[in-house]
Antibody
Framework: EVQLVESGGGLVQPGGSLRLSCAASGFTFSRYWMHWVRQTPTKGLVWVSRINSDGSTTNYADSVKGRFSISRDNAKNTLYLQMNSLSAEDTAVYYC??????????????WGQGTMVTVSS | ENVLTQSPGTLSLSPGERATLSCRASQSVSSSYLAWYQQKPGQAPRLLIYGASSRATGIPDRFSGSGSGTDFTLTISRLESEDSAVYYCQQYGSTYTFGPGTKVEI
C-alpha cells in the first residue's frame, strides 16, 4: 500500500523549532518530488515547500523562506521539514504529499494524514 | 501569484442530483496543471481529477472535470451521500495555489 505517515508535530513556543518527518512506503520514494502543504481554517490549503527526487533542489513559499528547511533521506524513505523561528501564523496541520507527473498532468496524488503544529506560549 | 476563486461557497443538494462546481483563476492555467481534490472532515485531501479532466485511480466516473484557460468545472453527475465534502481546485504555475473550496452538503 502506498502510504505517507507524518510525525513530529506538537506544541511549541513562539520562536521555537520543530522538525517534521514523513515516512514513505509502498513506492519508490527516490523517484518522486515531495512537498509539504499546510492547512488552517482561515487560509485553507497553502503550499509550503518542495524538494526534487535526489534532494539537490528545494523551493519555499515566501512566508517560510529563510526559516524552514526541507530535506530527504532516500535511504530511509523519509522526508523532513525543519521549522525554525516559529510564530503563531505557522500554526496549522502539515501534510506531506507526493507529486505525480504523467503525460496527463501534474498533481498531488498521495497525501499523509497530517500532523498538527501549534505555536503558542 | 495565480489566485483561484471557487463558487459557490456551499452547495446543498439531494442524492441523485447533479453538482456543478466552478474554479476561476486570475491568470491562465495550463490544463495539465489543474487538479481537483476532495476532503472530508478529519481527513487529508484526496486527488479526484488531474490534468483538468483525467480521473485519478479509483475515482468513480460520476466525477468529471472540464475547462481551460481561467475557467474550470468539476461535475458530480449523480450525488451520493458519501460525496459530502469540501472540494478544492489547485493549480501549478510559478507556484502551487489552492482555491478556498466549495462545501457540498447532501
Amino acid at each position: 500500500e502506498v502510504q505517507l505517515v507524518e510525525s513530529g508535530g506538537g506544541l511549541v513556543q513562539p520562536g521555537g523549532s520543530l522538525r517534521l518527518s514523513c515516512a514513505a512506503s509502498g513506492f519508490t520514494f527516490s523517484r518522486y518530488w515531495m512537498h509539504w502543504v499546510r492547512q488552517t481554517p482561515t487560509k485553507g490549503l497553502v503550499w509550503v515547500s518542495r524538494i526534487n527526487s535526489d534532494g539537490s533542489t528545494t523551493n519555499y513559499a515566501d512566508s517560510v523562506k529563510g526559516r524552514f528547511s526541507i530535506s530527504r533521506d532516500n535511504a530511509k524513505n523519509t522526508l523532513y521539514l525543519q521549522m525554525n523561528s516559529l510564530s503563531a501564523e505557522d500554526t496549522a496541520v502539515y501534510y506531506c504529499a507526493r507529486l505525480s507527473v504523467t503525460t496527463g498532468g501534474v498533481a498531488f496524488d498521495v497525501w499523509g494524514q497530517g500532523t498538527m503544529v501549534t505555536v503558542s506560549s | 501569484e495565480n489566485v483561484l476563486t471557487q463558487s459557490p461557497g456551499t452547495l446543498s443538494l439531494s442524492p441523485g442530483e447533479r453538482a456543478t462546481l466552478s474554479c476561476r483563476a486570475s491568470q491562465s492555467v495550463s490544463s495539465s496543471y489543474l487538479a481537483w481534490y476532495q476532503q472530508k472532515p478529519g481527513q487529508a485531501p484526496r486527488l479526484l481529477i488531474y490534468g483538468a479532466s483525467s480521473r485519478a485511480t479509483g475515482i468513480p466516473d460520476r466525477f468529471s472535470g472540464s475547462g481551460s484557460g481561467t475557467d474550470f468545472t468539476l461535475t458530480i453527475s449523480r450525488l451520493e451521500s458519501e460525496d459530502s465534502a469540501v472540494y478544492y481546485c489547485q493549480q501549478y504555475g510559478s507556484t502551487y495555489t489552492f482555491g478556498p473550496g466549495t462545501k457540498v452538503e447532501i
